[in-house]
T-cell receptor, first 115, second 115 residues
Framework: GENVEQHPSTLSVQEGDSAVIKCTYS??????FPWYKQELGKRPQLIID?????GEKKDQRIAVTLNKTAKHFSLHITETQPEDSAVYFC??????????????FGQGTILTVHP | GAGVSQSPRYKVAKRGQDVALRCDPI?????LFWYQQALGQGPEFLTY????????KSGLPSDRFFAERPEGSVSTLKIQRTLQEDSAVYLC?????????????FGDGTRLSIL
C-alpha cells in the first residue's frame, strides 16, 4: 500500500516569513494529493489539493508543487500570519479498483508562526 | 446540512464496554469514510462506504470494530469490548461522488477515552 513521509515534524517561523512542508509518497499510481490544516481539537480542513496532471497550483498565499517523477510534493505558505499556526497534514490517494480513493496521511507538521 | 456532523464529541467508557459513534455526512454525499487519529498522528483509514455498501473494511483493527450505513446516509461505527488501545479520535469524512480525486470533508470527530 501507499506510504507517505512528511517533513519537518515541527516548523517555527516569524510572521511574514515563508513556510515549506515536504512530503514523499511510495505508490506511483497515486494521483491526488490534498493538504489539510487541523487546529487543536478541530476537524481537518482541506486547504488545497493537486491532481497529477498539473505540477503546481496556487491559491492566494498557499501553493502546492508536485514532482511525479520524484514522488514528492510540497506546501508553500507565503507571508505567514499567526492564524496559520496549526498542524498540517499531506495525503496521497490510492485508487482502489475504479470506485474510490483511499487517503494515506503523513505524520503531520506543527507550524508555529510567531508575531 | 452545512457540514459533516459527528456525535458524541466526547465519549468516556470503561474497558470492556461497547460504544457507538455516529456520523451524519453532508447531504447527498455518496462516499463515506471512517478514520482513526491517534494523538500526534495523521488520520488512518478504517473503512469506506459507497451509499449503503461497505466496499472496504481493510483498516478495521479487529473484529471488535463494526460499521454500518443502512440507508446510505447516517453511519455508525461500533466498537465492542473496548480496550485502552482503542482510545483515539474517530473521524468521519464524506465526499460527493465516487471515482477518486474527490475532496473529502471531515467532521470534528469523536474523542474516545477508554479507562
Amino acid at each position: 500500500g501507499e506510504n507517505v513521509e512528511q517533513h519537518p515534524s515541527t516548523l517555527s517561523v516569524q510572521e511574514g516569513d515563508s513556510a515549506v512542508i515536504k512530503c514523499t509518497y511510495s505508490d506511483s499510481a497515486s494521483n491526488y494529493f490534498p493538504w489539510y490544516k487541523q487546529e487543536l481539537g478541530k476537524r481537518p480542513q482541506l486547504i488545497i489539493d493537486i491532481r497529477s496532471n498539473v505540477g503546481e497550483k496556487k491559491d492566494q498565499r498557499i501553493a502546492v508543487t508536485l514532482n511525479k517523477t520524484a514522488k514528492h510534493f510540497s506546501l508553500h505558505i507565503t507571508e505567514t500570519q499567526p492564524e496559520d499556526s496549526a498542524v498540517y497534514f499531506c495525503a496521497a490517494e490510492e485508487i482502489r479498483g475504479t470506485s474510490y480513493g483511499k487517503l494515506t496521511f503523513g505524520q503531520g507538521t506543527i507550524l508555529t508562526v510567531h508575531p | 446540512g452545512a457540514g459533516v456532523s459527528q456525535s458524541p464529541r466526547y465519549k468516556v467508557a470503561k474497558r470492556g464496554q461497547d460504544v457507538a459513534l455516529r456520523c451524519d455526512p453532508i447531504s447527498g454525499h455518496v462516499s463515506l469514510f471512517w478514520y482513526q487519529q491517534a494523538l500526534g498522528q495523521g488520520p488512518e483509514f478504517l473503512t469506506y462506504f459507497q451509499n449503503e455498501a461497505q466496499l472496504d473494511k481493510s483498516g478495521l483493527p479487529s473484529d471488535r470494530f463494526f460499521a454500518e450505513r443502512p440507508e446510505g446516509s447516517v453511519s455508525t461505527l461500533k466498537i465492542q469490548r473496548t480496550l485502552q488501545e482503542d482510545s483515539a479520535v474517530y473521524l468521519c469524512a464524506s465526499s460527493l461522488s465516487t471515482g477518486g480525486s474527490q475532496p473529502q470533508h471531515f467532521g470534528d470527530g469523536t474523542r474516545l477515552s477508554i479507562l
